[in-house]
């Protein structure tokens, strides 16, 4: 049960941040392609600044469930659980990161807020807190505990945490904008989004393949502790899931794409992509098993 619990707080705080890099991305690099200056462009913003919101919504809940999680493994029998907070908020970098991280959740919070209302300078400031936050499982994970090669992990975990976020967190904003389009004109817009956002996905796509060499060659002895290791066993299982999403991705952009014009077109894609999305969900559920386990072979 506590490793379920586990799993599943790892994937609260993964999805929390895969909305919120997605909506950011969205913003900037995926709508301003799609649509002009007018209504629709900010129809479709609108529904970017929801799909951040949730996101946002998500992490303080995330980072509760971390902290008691981290307590609980902490706690010592003979003291209060006061003093057990307390000494693991003060007197640990776990807890310095984890107080910096928490006040960036809530202070997201409030910026995707003003973004929800309108406000366009929420939009500025909106990417700077989704890359810092993007940064908190690798300063308070695996990749912290690298040794010199710190330099290299930390910004490579964070680039792969961001870079799954604009690939995965992109593909759900295109489903959700698409069906508030919908909703509201009883037209896709999945048109215009698909061939805007086919470039950024793909461009994500490389920066997680090689991020992840990466962070496998940093915690792998060698190629051998892939199969006599928990952590490089859940990893091919990592591998595995992400390689059939990667495929159901490029079928998408190589088959349904082009006939996007067609009257079943965006229904066709409609479902391939929430296919997609759904696998994309179980790699984040690994992932988060994945940062729980050791990469040693005990």
């Not at 609260?12 to 991305?25: D, E, T």
């Not at 950024?200 to 060698?222: D, F, I, K, N, R």
């Not at 006599?228 to 794409?257: D, E, H, Q, S």
């Not at 079943?264 to 759904?278: D, K, Q, V, W």
Request: proline residues 5%; without cysteine.
């Amino acid at each position: 049960m506590n490793a379920l619990v586990g799993a599943a707080t790892g994937w609260l705080l993964f999805a929390g941040l895969v909305l919120m890099v997605g909506a950011s991305a969205a913003r900037w690099l995926v709508i301003p392609r799609a649509f002009g200056p007018g209504d629709d462009r900010d129809r479709v913003i609108a529904s970017a600044a929801r799909m951040g919101l949730a996101g946002a919504l998500l992490l303080p809940v995330a980072m509760a469930l971390v902290f008691h999680r981290q307590l609980a493994e902490f706690r010592d029998p003979f003291a209060t659980l006061g003093e057990d907070a307390s000494l693991l908020l003060r007197a640990t970098e776990w807890g310095s990161t984890f107080v910096m991280a928490a006040g960036v959740s809530l202070a997201a919070v409030a910026v995707w807020i003003f973004i929800a209302r309108a406000r366009a300078w929420g939009w500025l400031v909106a990417p700077p807190l989704a890359i810092g936050l993007s940064a908190y499982p690798a300063l308070s994970g695996h990749a912290s505990g690298t040794g010199d090669l710190t330099g290299i992990t930390i910004p490579a975990d964070t680039a792969h945490v961001l870079a799954a976020g604009v690939w995965v967190g992109g593909l759900a904003f295109l489903l959700y904008a698409d069906r508030r389009s919908r909703q509201a004109l009883g037209a896709s817009d999945l048109p215009r989004l698909v061939s805007a956002y086919s470039p950024v996905a793909v461009g994500s796509v490389g920066v997680l393949l090689l991020t992840g060499v990466v962070g496998s060659w940093a915690q792998l002895e060698g190629l051998a502790a892939l199969t006599t290791t928990p952590y490089g066993r859940i990893l091919l299982g990592k591998l595995a899931l992400v390689a059939a999403v990667m495929g159901l991705g490029l079928r998408n952009w190589k088959r349904l794409t082009p006939v996007l014009g067609t009257s079943e077109g965006p229904a066709a894609l409609r479902r391939s992509a929430t296919i997609e999305l759904a696998l994309a969900q179980l790699v984040l559920l690994v992932t988060a098993v994945l940062v729980r386990t050791s990469p040693l072979g005990h």
